[in-house]
């Protein structure tokens, strides 16, 4: 167990849907960061949240959308679902707001979605 | 992008060391070197990290070139458990400075 929880483990839905994946991450970690894996296309970075504040918007599309509560956990919700949007989703927590030698990143399980 | 080149797959016999190869020709001269690796079914976990000098950890070593174009990630005795796909990764600046994954090294422990 890392201590990054996420939730669901597995998502089956169908195409237009909309879903929400939750992270929460490992204790006194105040950064969250999502990664989609799919696979074609490897770990692909999304989005960073520092205490509760977006810190870096990567290759996230606008369907996406994700925020951090005054808790510290983390949520990402996907609309408008396509088939190509079947992942794995990753949440990961460090305890800095930069990514650098001395922040580690901790990863979840991931949620694994399905889009029918 | 801060790219890295990394052999598509290895093999391993178990309880051999294994010498898990990286180029990163690009490199600036403050980004560290990070190691991560993912287990089936399993989100990445760290493994170790340098700025310059050799490093050691419990899990592994990391061999830094004097040049710092290339690095090497050493498992000094693979076990079965060590089958996994190797990261080798630094920090993009394109993406405000996040980790670039690519597609690493799938790692194959033979018994």
């Known amino acids: 167990d890392s201590g990054v929880t996420q939730t669901p483990k597995h998502l089956i839905t169908a195409t237009g849907q909309r879903v929400t994946l939750r992270c929460s991450p490992r204790s006194g970690d105040l950064s969250v960061y999502w990664y989609q894996q799919s696979l074609d296309q490897g770990l692909q970075f999304l989005i960073q949240?520092?205490?509760?504040?977006?810190?870096a918007k990567g290759n996230i599309l606008e369907r996406f959308s994700a925020q951090q509560f005054p808790d510290l956990h983390s949520e990402l919700n996907l609309s408008s679902l396509e088939l190509g949007d079947s992942a794995l989703y990753f949440c990961?927590?460090?305890?800095?707001?930069?990514?650098?030698?001395?922040?580690?990143?901790?990863f979840g399980a991931g949620s694994r979605l399905t889009v029918l | 992008d801060a790219k890295t080149t990394q052999p598509n797959s290895m093999e391993s016999n178990e309880e051999e060391p294994v010498h898990l190869p990286c180029n990163h020709s690009?490199?600036?001269?403050?980004?560290?070197i990070h190691w991560y690796r993912q287990l089936p079914s399993q989100g990445p976990e760290y493994v170790i990290h340098?700025?310059?000098s050799n490093v050691n950890n419990r899990m592994a070593s990391l061999a830094i070139a004097e040049d710092r174009k290339s690095s090497t990630l050493i498992l000094h005795r693979a076990t079965l458990r060590d089958a996994a796909v190797y990261y080798c990764i630094l920090r993009d600046p394109g993406t405000g400075n996040q980790f670039y994954f690519g597609t690493g090294t799938s790692l194959t422990v033979i018994p």
């Open positions: 690009t490199i600036s001269g403050t980004d560290y």
């Open positions: 340098g700025l310059t």
């Open positions: 990961a927590s460090s305890v800095g707001r930069a990514v650098s030698g001395a922040n580690v990143l901790t």
């Open positions: 949240y520092y205490n509760g504040e977006e810190r």
